[in-house]
Antibody, heavy 121, light 107 residues
């Protein structure tokens, strides 16, 4: 059974940083591209970032480019998202999701339960 | 960037009703569109991919159609567990985008 478990969320002050993690199990992690999607309270879904199966290609939404860095450790079956210069508008539940193969031209077939990031002084 | 719009944004319906949600893309995306269902406090769940392929385990009352710029999600007979918010997503090109969502509520 595919399982994705996010961690690392919490309360952080504006301008601060946070590192989110997603522990994957139940599938061959190194064979699949992965993404992060976020959802602000009461709002819709926003795709944030994607990374290829080998970690050599990454993509970002224009709204977060330059402040977020996606990475993965295939030896530890872990996906990460480093979020810097946090702003109030980054407050959201952050979900990791698995792509079917490569994300491009495919779909997100499994999602974690999310981790809440709150940016406030 | 490819923009997605959904209509309606809110839909009130009764159990047994046939429900249709439309998703429109700002440019052609072939059939690289997925539909997700999200219930309050839960993660999204994949319903349909490649515009019309039902994900394994999803009830057959759900169906999808369309290609290019216009897509539809249809629930043939609405069930109590279907009251949720539905999102379309394009995966034709980066950056991937989601539609704003359609909330299906009980009439």
């Amino acid at each position: 059974e595919v399982q994705l478990l996010e961690s690392g969320g919490g309360l952080v002050q504006p301008g601060g940083s946070l590192r989110l993690s997603c522990a994957a199990s139940g599938f061959t992690f190194s064979s699949y591209s992965m993404v992060w999607v976020r959802q602000a309270p009461g709002k819709g879904l926003e795709w944030v970032s994607a990374i290829s199966s080998r970690g050599d290609e990454s993509y970002y939404a224009n709204s977060v480019k330059g402040r977020l860095t996606i990475s993965r450790d295939n030896s530890k079956n872990t996906l990460c998202l480093q979020v810097n210069s946090l702003r109030a508008e980054d407050t959201a539940v952050y979900y990791c999701a698995k792509c079917y193969g490569s994300c491009l031209k495919n779909y997100l077939d499994h999602w974690g339960q999310g981790t809440l990031v709150t940016v406030s002084s | 960037d490819i923009q997605l719009t959904q209509s309606p944004s809110f839909l009130s319906a009764s159990v047994g009703d046939r429900v249709t949600v439309t998703c429109r893309a700002s440019q052609g995306i072939s059939s690289f569109l997925a539909w997700y269902q999200q219930k309050p406090g839960k993660a999204p769940k994949l319903l349909i991919y490649a515009a019309s392929t039902l994900q394994s385990g999803v009830p057959s009352r759900f169906s999808g159609s369309g290609s290019g710029t216009e897509f539809t999600l249809t629930i043939s007979s609405l069930q109590p567990e279907d009251f949720a918010t539905y999102y379309c997503q394009q995966l034709d090109s980066y950056p991937f985008t989601f539609g704003p969502g359609t909330k299906v509520d009980i009439k």
